[in-house]
């Protein structure tokens, strides 16, 4: 009950806050007015591709992991399409803690993401400054909400539609917003020299993606300071930096909170990742850079260019790098997280309330992993009522479970596919798969 107050005075407080400094600048409304569009517009694209894919997702994702490269093409591809790195990386954790999927297939995608997240800062730089995306906007939005309503493909289809119209609306509103409310910041000018500066920015990018929860969102704002003469070049170097390894702090929440083993080996992976590749870039920093800068002037790029080769030349410098370690990185992952050892005793202690172990807001991302986490939970609910049958009839659980065979004790990895009806359990079929449940003899 506190924590719910407290959450509805938080949310007050920060309500009132927005307003008042609404009331006060006109241009701090106006560029939160084109982030919300931004960020608004990315969801729209996630579930509107989400609704059209259906259950597709988990054969692409089983076809794709056969190989290294498969793998990371994959990642590059969806992120690509969903614009998300983050979206794509809680996917494959989901996949990966059902069993759908292995370790090293889910480190292949992860290195994909990473390559697919440059191409919309890319998008973003070619279109430039001075081109305004409304007027393509505006038909596109009409023709998103017209075309919704026939049915649920077309709906699908509409949604996605109006997600890159509000996306393109909220970039034209960042550039107007923060050429009015960046006008007197200057930090371009700035005298803090060497390496301090770049460390600076670093930790600027990477705060402002966790509180934003999209790369994307940040970096089209370090566009928008670079156009407009906010920030230099070098300062938004380090800030896309610091955004690549805030991309990774939801990615680390989500998969160490709401995943199984395999699931936090994984999102400890994004997160060494994107640390290590950060601490490469910053060390090489000098040689990076003029990597950058001198093709840049002697082909005569805009700044805006310059940054998206910047950002795809330090991607590409960690994929190298892990790319051949990608085997012995996973052995690796699980010697420092473990498989944990089986549980004897379910029912918790003082009479708590049995919270589910599966069904966690991840893995009902995609009906697939949704499934196998429902029949995981039914497996864990009905070991839970015997235990609670064993306590009242005062039977010890460890002389119950031996007359019960070894194979029906084992919840399966990955849900059967047979139609076949085994001696002793009960079966449910649903599109794909067969669930089972065990059913005791009587006596």
Known sequence: MRKKASQYVLAVLLVSGLAASFLYSPSWMQLCYGLALFLLGMQCIEEGLHNVAGGKLAKWMEKSTATPLKGALFGMGATFVLQSSTLVSLLTIAFLSTGMIQLAGGIAIILGTNLGSTSGIWLLALAGQSVSLSPAAIPMLVFGIVIGFFNSKTKAIGRVLVGIALIFLGVD????????????????????????????????????????????????????????????????????????????????????????????????????????????????????????????????????????????????????????????????????????AAEEVLLPENQAILAPRYLHENMLRADDTALVAIEKEVYHLGRASIEAMCHAIYVPMRRFTAMIPMKARRCPRRLPRSNSMPHRFTSGKSSRFTVRFWILPAK
């Open 173 to 340: 509103a960042i550039k107007e917003g923060f050429q009015a409310f960046g006008a007197d910041m200057d930090f371009d000018k700035s005298q803090i020299g060497g390496m301090v500066e770049p460390l600076i920015f670093f930790v600027v990018g990477l705060l402002l993606t966790v509180v934003l929860q999209s790369s994307h969102a940040t970096l089209i704002l370090t566009l928008a300071a670079l156009a407009g003469g906010q920030v230099s070049l070098m300062q938004a170097f380090a800030i896309a930096v610091g955004s690549n390894v805030g991309s990774s702090a939801t990615t680390a929440l989500v998969g160490m909170l709401g995943s199984d083993r395999n699931g936090q080996r994984l999102a400890l992976a994004h997160v060494v990742f994107n640390l290590v590749t950060a601490a490469l870039c910053l060390l090489l920093w000098w040689p990076l850079t003029r990597l950058v800068l001198l093709p840049g002037e002697w082909w005569g790029m805009s700044p805006l260019l310059q940054l998206a080769m910047f950002h795809t030349l330090f991607n590409l410098l960690g994929v190298a790098v892990f790319w051949k370690l990608q085997g012995c990185f996973a052995a690796l992952l699980q010697r420092w997280l473990p498989d944990k």
